[in-house]
Antibody, heavy 122, light 110 residues
Framework: EVQLVESGGDVVRPGGSLRLSCAAS????????LSWVRQVPGKGLEWVSG????????FYADSVKGRFTISRDNAKNSLFLQMNSLRAEDTALYHC???????????????WGQGTLVTVSS | QSALTQPASVSGSPGQAITISCTGT?????????VSWYQQHPGKAPKLMIY???ERPAGVSNRFSGSKTGNTASLTISGLQPEDEADYYC??????????FGGGTKLTVL
């Protein structure tokens, strides 16, 4: 059974930093890309960042580019999101998501974690 | 990276069919065949229902189907059942490894 379990969410002040983690199990970790997708409680989904199977390619939404860094450790079946210069509008539930690739491009989010809550507030 | 446009809400009676539209642009929905749909029940993680415009993952009911014409994709649910009541989100690949989601549609089964 595919499992994605996020951790690291917390309350942080504007301008602060936070590192999210995602522990994966139930599949061959280094065969898949991964992404972070966030959701303001009661609101819609927003794609944040993605990474390919070996970490050689990373992708970011314009809203987080230059502030967030995605990375992975295939030896530990883990995905990370380093979040710097946090803003109130970054407040959301952050889901770790497994990504299918097709012809070298990410295409589909096929399994989702339950999410970890990040609150940016003074 | 503007959000795709979905109706805020749709409703139908048990046994009926409903369709949810998802309108993007020639840079996302119109350009790529990588449109997917997700179902989300309250307090739960989203679940993949349709991928690559028309494909159903194993285990998803054949009452769910997808299509696309130009810049608009659609999700059709036939034979509505009470458990179909949920929020539905479309998503499209937008090039350069990026994605855009729709704002979500709340489906009410009357």
């Amino acid at each position: 059974e595919v499992q994605l379990v996020e951790s690291g969410g917390d309350v942080v002040r504007p301008g602060g930093s936070l590192r999210l983690s995602c522990a994966a199990s139930g599949f061959s970790f280094d065969d898949y890309g991964l992404s972070w997708v966030r959701q303001v409680p009661g609101k819609g989904l927003e794609w944040v960042s993605g990474i390919n199977w070996n970490g050689g390619r990373t992708f970011y939404a314009d809203s987080v580019k230059g502030r967030f860094t995605i990375s992975r450790d295939n030896a530990k079946n883990s995905l990370f999101l380093q979040m710097n210069s946090l803003r109130a509008e970054d407040t959301a539930l952050y889901h770790c998501v497994r990504v299918r690739f097709s012809y070298g491009n990410p295409t589909t989010f096929d399994y989702w974690g339950q999410g970890t809550l990040v609150t940016v507030s003074s | 990276q503007s959000a795709l446009t979905q109706p805020a809400s749709v409703s139908g009676s048990p046994g009926q069919a409903i369709t949810i539209s998802c309108t993007g642009t020639s840079s996302d929905v119109g350009r790529y065949k990588f449109v997917s749909w997700y179902q989300q029940h309250p307090g739960k993680a989203p679940k993949l229902m349709i991928y690559d415009v028309t494909e159903r993952p194993a285990g998803v009911s054949n009452r769910f189907s997808g299509s696309k014409t130009g810049n608009t994709a659609s999700l059709t649910i036939s034979g509505l059942q009470p458990e179909d009541e949920a929020d539905y989100y479309c998503c499209s690949y937008a090039g350069s490894g990026t994605f855009v989601f729709g704002g979500g549609t709340k489906l009410t089964v009357l």
